[in-house]
């Protein structure tokens, strides 16, 4: 199904602290094994999403964001500019194969869209079933 919610990241200046708050206060195992200083948190618990955590540029603003999967990310960029909206980010495709980019809305909130490379990869969550 796209148009859904499909991850969550916080964005901070100190990830390790974040990973530490979180991790202990919510039990969510949070692993740090990617080269690009991004943090996996496994939070569905099967029944949620799983999220992470994205070390910020010095002096970005601390917060939460959303992806939402779409099924044309170029289609939904340009539907952003239409509503008032900024790309921030034009589609990426990342080293795994999944795509994405970084929008704000018209208040100026930032936000992600991802399309995931295949369908095996399609809505698997960490306990490793399809939540489709």
Do not use: C
Not at 8 to 25: C, I, K, V
Not at 60 to 69: A, D, H, L
Not at 119 to 124: L, R
């Amino acid at each position: 199904m796209t148009n859904s919610v499909r991850h969550w990241q916080f964005l901070t200046s100190d990830p390790d602290r974040t990973a530490a708050f979180y991790g202990d206060l919510f039990d969510w195992p949070v692993s740090n094994a990617n080269g690009m200083g991004y943090r996996t948190v496994s939070s569905s618990g099967g029944v949620g999403i799983d999220g992470g955590i994205w070390p910020t540029p010095p002096g970005g603003p601390e917060g939460v964001q959303i992806y939402v999967e779409v099924a044309d990310i170029d289609a939904t960029l340009a539907r952003v500019r239409e509503l008032g909206g900024t790309v921030v980010l034009e589609k990426q495709v990342l080293p795994d194969g999944d795509a994405m980019a970084l929008a704000m809305d018209s208040l100026g909130r930032s936000f992600g869209l991802m399309t995931p490379a295949s369908a095996e990869n399609h809505f698997v969550g960490s306990d490793g079933k399809s939540h489709d």
